[in-house]
């Protein structure tokens, strides 16, 4: 028995193909995100799934949550 607790987290993205996922945090909010393994461009965004130590729940991962799919742009909109 391996005895792994969690499950592996896995989801799949717009295309519907698997991806194991890495969990980062938002650089503006601070809250987790996440990002596919085996390719960073990839995201999973929280939505209206805060943190509790949510900085900004403007943030554009809760307004504009990238649900398995790139980035539009990673510049900030000034
Ligand atoms: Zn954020």
């Known amino acids: 028995?391996?005895?792994?607790?969690s499950l592996p987290a896995r989801r799949r993205d717009e295309e519907?193909?698997?991806h194991d996922l890495v969990p980062?945090?938002?650089?503006h909010c601070?809250?987790?995100f996440f990002v596919a393994k085996d390719d960073a461009e990839i995201v999973w965004d929280?939505?209206?799934?805060w943190d509790e130590d949510c900085t900004?729940?403007?943030c554009h991962c809760h307004v504009e949550?990238?649900?398995g799919a790139r980035r539009?742009?990673?510049h900030d909109a000034g």
Request: aromatic share 4%; charged share 20%.
């Open 30 to 32: 601070s809250c987790e």
């Open 72 to 74: 539009a742009g990673e």
């Open 65 to 67: 949550p990238v649900v």
């Open 56 to 58: 900004d729940r403007d």
């Open 46 to 49: 929280p939505g209206h799934a």
């Open 16 to 18: 519907s193909d698997w």
């Open 1 to 5: 028995m391996s005895g792994m607790g």
């Open 24 to 27: 980062a945090n938002c650089p």
